[in-house]
């Protein structure tokens, strides 16, 4: 008789930098999503340093959702902003018996039912401990993608730098939801030092190195009001995706 294998389980963390409002839209769909499916997930929000208002908010958020969903960690806190790729980083790290670890933006662009439809694709993957899964904005027959002319241009440009810099086998690198194994993780944690916007350039980058497939999984995605992403940002982007350039390469 065959034994069937333990499910996947997911560690979830969510980035939290002044997003009291927006997580308040995003977290108690995703948790009531999370109750209704079959899979093994925890969730933790790590606050990077945000304001008092936003704390306020997600103090009162815990204490409303945590008696409901189990499921739900409290908070880590982080002192001071360290930049999104640090806060990610740091709710990874209290990930304790998870066999995949993933991020969510705390904005819901990438909503409750599509973070629920990619992680069922993950536990139903035979092989997912040899992936790093990148959710991307492809629009296809089953998704949908919309966004701010500004912003797509903003991405265009980006891309086509990125591309010249680091060829990775995926288009859309800078999607705010990746899932990956935990064991990766735990084995190069000390080598990611990009923790602002580059981040998930140091994380596919390492992951490509020690032969992980980059699997690229098309999610439907909407451009939601109020983030930190704008032209100073997008230049920040452009001047970190250069210098990792330059220190990955000492490295090498």
Known sequence: MTQEADPISFFLSIPCYNEG????????????AIAKSDLAVEVQIVDDGSE???????????????PTFPFLRKPLTLEENQGKGNAIYAGWAEANEADMVAFADADGAVGPNEVIRVLTHIANDSSPHQKLYAASRIKNEETDVNRRA?????????????????????EDTQCGFKVVPRQF???KQDRFKEGRF????????????????????????????????????????FKDLLHLKGRLDKEA
Request: include cysteine; hydrophobic fraction near 45%.
């Open 21 to 32: 409002d927006r997580l308040a839209q995003f977290l108690p769909g995703l948790c009531t």
């Open 52 to 66: 008092f208002y936003d704390q306020g908010h997600y103090r009162s958020l815990m204490d409303l959702l945590r």
């Open 150 to 170: 500004i912003r797509n241009l903003g991405g265009l440009v980006f891309r086509w730098l990125r591309k010249r810099l680091f060829p990775f086998p995926i």
């Open 185 to 187: 993780f735990i084995d």
């Open 198 to 237: 580059a981040f998930d350039i140091e994380l596919l980058y390492h992951a490509q190195n020690v032969g992980l497939q980059l699997t690229e999984v098309p999610v439907t995605w909407a451009d939601v009001e109020g983030g930190h992403i704008n032209l100073m940002s997008s230049i920040g982007l």
